[in-house]
């Protein structure tokens, strides 16, 4: 079992920048892909970036290519989302997720593994 807690969500300006967190407790974290995707009211969860459990291989939405950047450090088993120049589009509750051995997966279905969430708020 893994245990994966989103935290660093808030309210911002369009074009500031926050970082969120997923640390993840259980397993040895350094085998598990992570994936980040998030939720707007009365939306799908949708694919934000993903990592590979290597940390080879990461993949991004085309909505925030350029904007936002995943990272792992493994010795704090936790994996980062760095967002920046936010939109109000941005704003969705935020949610990690883990696959062990994974790649950097666009779906929801590859990971076994989720958080419960952070809001991210954007405002115009």
């Known amino acids: 079992q893994v245990q994966l807690v989103e935290s660093g969500g808030g309210l911002v300006q369009a074009g500031a920048s926050l970082r969120l967190s997923c640390a993840a407790s259980?397993?040895?974290?350094?085998?598990?892909?992570v994936g980040w995707f998030r939720q707007a009211p009365g939306k799908e969860r949708e694919f934000v970036t993903a990592?590979?459990?290597?940390?080879?291989?990461?993949d991004s939405a085309d909505s925030v290519k350029g904007r936002f950047t995943i990272s792992r450090d493994n010795a704090k088993n936790t994996v980062y989302l760095q967002m920046n120049r936010l939109k109000p589009e941005d704003t969705a509750v935020y949610y990690c997720?883990?696959?062990?051995?994974?790649?950097?997966?666009?779906?929801?279905?590859?990971?076994?593994?989720w958080g419960q969430g952070t809001q991210v708020t954007v405002s115009s």
């Open positions: 997720a883990a696959a062990y051995l994974g790649t950097a997966a666009t779906t929801t279905r590859s990971y076994t593994y």
């Open positions: 259980g397993r040895t974290f350094s085998y598990y892909a």
């Open positions: 990592i590979s459990w290597s940390a080879s291989t990461t």
